[in-house]
């Protein structure tokens, strides 16, 4: 099995995860162990420094005093999401974190909001194959309900994302986005 350490070197470096029985030993040791945290985080009441401490085991680093989290949350990793100071995730979250999420401060993130890093290759017989890259989440940004960012996409500080949007391309600062692909709308109004 893969340490901690070389895996997230796989994932964080963009290198595509041929899916080897060492591969998947390493993953689903790491998906079981997300799975675990996850489910007490959703079966069970806890309050907001009990939140906090299950979300710090799971992504293995202190989470900030004002971060808040509604469960149910999930994800198939956790070891590879960063999150910047007073940041809020809504309930029905799914986060794929593998190739990296990285949510800035101030951030919204609205119900059941999808970020994926991971695509496959599309040859059929490497189809089970890796291919990691990374969400970047400015800072001030609001993701509604429903949106989902795929792999490799950066989000401006202070962005939109409407709900329902299916995020494809890096989103400017200040603007917003709507729509299945999203496609830029109009800028934030700063009055």
């Not at 959703?42 to 005093?65: A, M, P, T, W």
């Not at 695509?119 to 940004?141: A, C, F, T």
């Amino acid at each position: 099995m893969l340490e901690l350490s070389e895996i997230l070197e796989i994932f964080n470096e963009g290198k595509t995860l041929e899916m080897d029985d060492e591969a998947a030993e390493t993953c689903n040791y790491y998906s079981q162990e997300a799975q675990k945290i996850t489910c007490e985080l959703n079966c069970r009441y806890h309050d907001l420094e009990e939140i906090r401490q299950l979300f710090s085991q799971l992504i293995g680093c202190k989470v900030s005093d004002d971060f808040r989290v509604f469960p149910p949350f999930t994800t198939d990793f956790g070891k590879n999401i960063h999150l910047g100071n007073n940041v809020f995730i809504n309930s029905g979250c799914r986060f794929q974190d593998q190739g990296g999420i990285y949510i800035g401060d101030n951030v919204l993130i609205g119900h059941n909001v999808v970020l994926a890093t991971l695509n496959h290759e599309e040859n059929p017989l490497k189809r089970g194959n890796l291919i990691p890259s990374p969400i970047r989440i400015g800072n001030d940004v609001w993701v509604g309900s429903n949106a989902t960012i795929l792999p490799g996409v950066t989000i401006g500080n202070g962005a939109i994302i409407a709900a329902g949007a299916v995020v494809t391309k890096d989103v400017n600062e200040n603007s917003v986005v709507a729509g299945v692909p999203a496609r830029y709308i109009r800028d934030v109004r700063m009055e």
